[in-house]
């Protein structure tokens, strides 16, 4: 455990050793937290138990990208998380934003602010029943200028399970300025189907075209600085899908986007390759499970440059870069005495992007 967490130290891009004359740097965390349960898999923790884990890697991911405890900031996060129960998203809303246990017992609306707060609603009732796949963002540093929710079924703006999906699914969207700098980004999260390879590829569709939209609206109708480049945006989530599946594929071949992962080569990128280990990955228990499932994509992909440079967005040629990125990392999800804090792992991606 000691050499992973030495490994972290410089697997992360050090925010302090950027400016914002370089650009913003961007940290996106996603993570399936595995929701809460009292049906417990072998070697699976009560959430009592996993909790304390999440939430001080959360601490360390997000350490001086929050916005608290700094005159200026030097970089900015956001989180996407997976199969959270409102209890847990309760948990980590008043973990992030320093409340006391006696404080956060107190009351069972989510705690909202000072420092994070969150969008996303639960997919089964699009109010608090089920999981959510919420966004969270650091509100000193951001303004929310839209939010919406899409269920990935042919009705997608109500509660409701699409083709062969064993479950209702959704996509929260987000549109954030951040108050320093007035950039725009948009920011998509989303958990699809475990059970139906049709749902997945047709999700991904609804996903693509809820990019689009969003990005083209709030191109040409509200962001007149944008207007000639096109809204930058993050996707990320678990998308019960390897790499050579339908769903990876069909956002592949949208060409809309770039999987942060093969935006850098392997010796730039920390950690493993697989993203769900399930809670007994050194045996036969969810063996086909097992793999890289869960993603940060950025895009679009024309404005995503390499790891060397990013360009002025001055300039308006070929050449012309908003994003670079700068590091990727898959964190460990087991610590001391075999304790797992989900069945999958922490993705982490490090990104820089140019100013306006």
């Known amino acids: 455990m000691l050499k992973a967490l030495l490994g972290m130290q410089w697997a992360f891009t050090d925010p302090t050793a950027r400016t914002m004359h370089d650009g913003l740097p961007l940290r996106v965390i996603t993570h399936n937290i595995r929701y809460a349960t009292n049906s417990l898999f072998k070697n699976e923790r009560p959430w009592s138990e996993r909790r304390p884990m999440i939430m001080s890697q959360l601490g360390l991911t997000t350490k001086a990208l929050d916005g608290i405890n700094t005159v200026d900031s030097a970089g900015a996060s956001f989180i996407c998380m997976q199969e959270v129960l409102h209890g847990q998203l309760h948990d980590i809303l008043g973990g992030l934003n320093q409340l006391t246990e006696s404080e956060l017992s107190a009351s069972s609306n989510l705690p909202e602010g000072p420092y994070w707060s969150h969008i996303g609603v639960a997919r089964e009732d699009g109010k608090q029943k089920g999981e959510y796949s919420p966004i969270l963002y650091p509100t000193k540093l951001f303004t929310l200028l839209h939010y919406e929710n899409t269920w990935l079924s042919p009705t997608p703006d109500k509660p409701s399970k699409g083709w062969d999906a064993g479950s209702e699914r959704i996509l929260t969207t987000g549109v954030f300025e951040h108050k320093a700098t007035k950039q725009r980004i948009a920011a998509f999260n989303t958990h699809l189907d475990n059970a139906g390879s049709v749902a997945r590829e047709k999700s991904v569709a609804i996903i693509i075209e809820t990019i689009e939209r969003i990005c083209s609206e709030w191109t040409t109708k509200h962001d007149e600085v944008s207007a000639s480049t096109g809204l930058n945006f993050v996707l990320a989530g678990d998308f019960n899908s390897f790499p050579t599946q339908e769903a990876y594929k069909a956002v592949l071949a949208s060409d809309a986007m770039v999987d942060t992962h093969d935006a850098l080569p392997k010796t730039a990128r920390f950690g493993d390759e697989v993203t769900f280990t399930g809670f007994q990955p050194d045996t036969d228990e969810d063996k086909d499970e097992i793999g890289r499932i869960d993603f940060i994509w950025v895009g679009p992909k024309s404005r995503v440059g390499t790891e060397t440079a990013v360009e002025s967005t001055s300039g308006t040629g070929n050449g ?18 075999g304790v797992f804090c989900s069945d999958h792992r922490c993705v982490v991606a490090d990104l820089l992007l140019a100013h306006s």
């Open 320 to 337: 012309h870069k908003d994003w670079r990125v700068d590091g990727y990392s898959v964190l460990p999800n087991v610590f001391d005495g």
